[in-house]
């Protein structure tokens, strides 16, 4: 991993985002909100990478889209490089896209399939004006050669790749504009678990050579270990755990860390794993539980976690939870 520096690149403060849900044609009004992102904040700091995880519908596919200002926050702030996302004009925010981009969860939808591939990578670099027309292919066939594939292929069109191909292409159209920060949205859930160790390594080697910082977004918590230095748990529109990688995989602080570390397959049959199964589903975020949004399906539930919500809290080593278990 690549030496962390301690001033944020990236900055959350209190970010929340709801979805308005209306009723009627003509007069539609608002009946509910369905509560994505619930009032949180972390820091992200250059070289880094944060791993945010939690299950599907959790919001953290949502806080990416939202940091990179694809979806107007409801009210909190983003700041990059010091400068407060939200309140940038459409020319400043479109600057700022050089050094933020997206690398996406489906390799089949995120690439147009009327393009070759070298208009797909040759499409920032000439939004940015980047380099001039007759450096495309150079350019290019570098992007091609960094991401392992052969700038030959370049004439070719996405269905003639497979998903791990295509996820290169999306890495490769991601650097086109050398960023400094990119969202990686659940980037090798959609691939065959042979391929995701292979496109996981290549982002951690292309962190290495370019000084690259990423949220890294995903559901897996094996693949999230792989590659981050510190992970956010998310459970339904909060966080609820944020530590140092290793000290949240040895020492789980919140039940729910708990119970998904605890499903994580072993790879020894001899060893029995002591699987934490939660009761019940996850309550639908348009109406959240009182208190703590977990005390429905925590083992270890106490009267006051239905009715006051816990604050994130340090249990030492910089390893916050929110949880009123001592």
């Not at 539609?28 to 619930?38: H, L, P």
């Not at 999230?224 to 529109?237: D, E, P, Q, T, W």
Request: charged share 25%.
């Amino acid at each position: 991993m690549s030496n962390v520096n301690h001033h944020p690149l990236l900055k959350v403060d209190n970010l929340v985002k709801y979805f308005s849900i209306t009723k009627g044609i003509l007069f539609s009004k608002q009946i509910g909100a369905v509560k994505a992102v619930d009032d949180i904040s972390f820091t992200i700091a250059p070289g880094e990478t944060l791993g945010l995880v939690g299950e599907s519908g959790c919001g953290k596919s949502t806080v990416g889209r939202v940091i990179l200002g694809l979806t107007k926050a409801t009210s909190g702030s983003v700041f990059f490089e010091g400068k407060d996302i939200q309140a940038l004009s459409k020319h400043e925010l479109r600057e700022l896209r050089k050094d933020m981009q997206i690398i996406f969860q489906d390799p089949y939808a995120s690439l147009n399939p009327r393009m070759t591939v070298r208009e797909i990578i040759a499409e920032p670099l000439e939004i940015h004006k980047i380099v001039d027309h007759k450096d495309f292919d150079r350019r290019i066939d570098k992007l091609l050669d960094v991401v392992g594939l052969d700038s030959s292929l370049k004439r070719r069109f996405p269905h003639e790749f497979s998903g791990g191909q295509r996820q290169r292409i999306g890495i490769a159209r991601a650097l086109a504009v050398n960023p400094k920060f990119i969202v990686c949205d659940e980037p090798v859930s959609a691939l065959d678990v042979s391929i995701q160790a292979q496109v996981v390594n290549l982002l951690q080697d292309l962190q290495e050579e370019f000084g690259l910082t990423y949220l890294f977004i995903a559901h897996d918590l094996s693949v999230i270990k792989h590659i981050s230095n510190r992970v956010a748990v998310m459970y339904l529109g909060k966080i609820v755990e944020l530590a140092d990688k290793d000290q949240l995989y040895n020492n789980p602080q919140h039940p729910y860390t708990q119970a998904l570390l605890s499903a994580i397959p072993v790879p020894n049959p001899e060893v029995r794993s002591n699987r934490i199964i939660l009761n019940g589903d996850v309550p639908s975020p348009i109406n959240p539980p009182s208190g703590c949004r977990f005390h429905t399906r925590c083992p270890h539930v106490m009267q006051i976690c239905k009715e006051l919500e816990p604050e994130m809290e340090d249990k030492g080593n910089r390893h916050y939870a929110a949880c009123h278990l001592k």
